[in-house]
Every structure is written in structure tokens, then in C-alpha cells.
């Protein structure tokens, strides 16, 4: 079972800037395309930004050139950051890891989600 922990969300003013961690743990044999995702109140679910075991990056056209994901693969942990944060960057945000248990079968797992609001 892997286990996903995220931190960093919170109430922000429009222009400032947050960053979010999505922490992994239990029988991890090694993590693939890791991602984050999020939900405003009445819409579906969406991507906002994906990183692949190699570095490379994906995003949203909504967030480019304002979000930066990254990772830290020596703890298991992908990292959001977030900046010029506007009003409709309000929504829920989930952390997404696919990776693969020490006993061969593969997982594809989501944080708990944690809340972000841009407002003045």
C-alpha cells in the first residue's frame, strides 16, 4: 500500500504564491509520472501539471509560465509551485503518483487533496 500526504494549500492573496508537496511512502519500488490535479466547486476534476520519472514536465495552458512542478525522487516527493496565483486558481488540489510496489504490481494512487483559495 502506498500512502500519499499533502501539505502547502491555504488562502492567498491574487499575485502571491503557494507551494504544495505530495509526500509518498510505503512499499515503493521505484515511482513513475507523478502529477497534480484539481477540482473547483460544480467542475470536473483537471490536470493542472504532470513530471515523468526523467524530468519531463506537462502543464495545463491555464497555469503555464505561472506553476512549476518538480521532484525530489530521493524522498518520494513531487512539489507544485505555484505563483501569480489568480481567483480562478481556487479549487482543491490533488496529487497523483503511479508508480510500482517492492512486489512487482504497479499502483496508481491520489493524495487526500488539499484546499488552496486565492482571494482578497
Known amino acids: 500500500q502506498v500512502q500519499l500526504v499533502e501539505s502547502g494549500g491555504g488562502l492567498v492573496q491574487p499575485g502571491g504564491s503557494l507551494r504544495l508537496s505530495c509526500a509518498a511512502s510505503?512499499?515503493?519500488?521505484?515511482?513513475?509520472?507523478m502529477g497534480w490535479y484539481r477540482q473547483a466547486p460544480g467542475k470536473q476534476r483537471e490536470l493542472v501539471a504532470t513530471?515523468?520519472?526523467?524530468?519531463?514536465?506537462n502543464y495545463a495552458d491555464s497555469v503555464k509560465g505561472r506553476f512549476t512542478i518538480s521532484r525530489d525522487n530521493a524522498k518520494n516527493t513531487e512539489y507544485l509551485q505555484m505563483t501569480s496565483l489568480k481567483p480562478e486558481d481556487t479549487a482543491v488540489y490533488y496529487c497523483?503518483?503511479?508508480?510500482?510496489?517492492?512486489?512487482?504490481?504497479?499502483?496508481?494512487?491520489w493524495g487526500q487533496g488539499t484546499q488552496v483559495t486565492v482571494s482578497s
Open positions: 513530471i515523468t520519472s526523467g524530468g519531463s514536465t
Open positions: 497523483n503518483v503511479v508508480g510500482t510496489f517492492v512486489y512487482g504490481t504497479s499502483f496508481n494512487s
Open positions: 510505503g512499499s515503493i519500488l521505484s515511482l513513475n509520472d
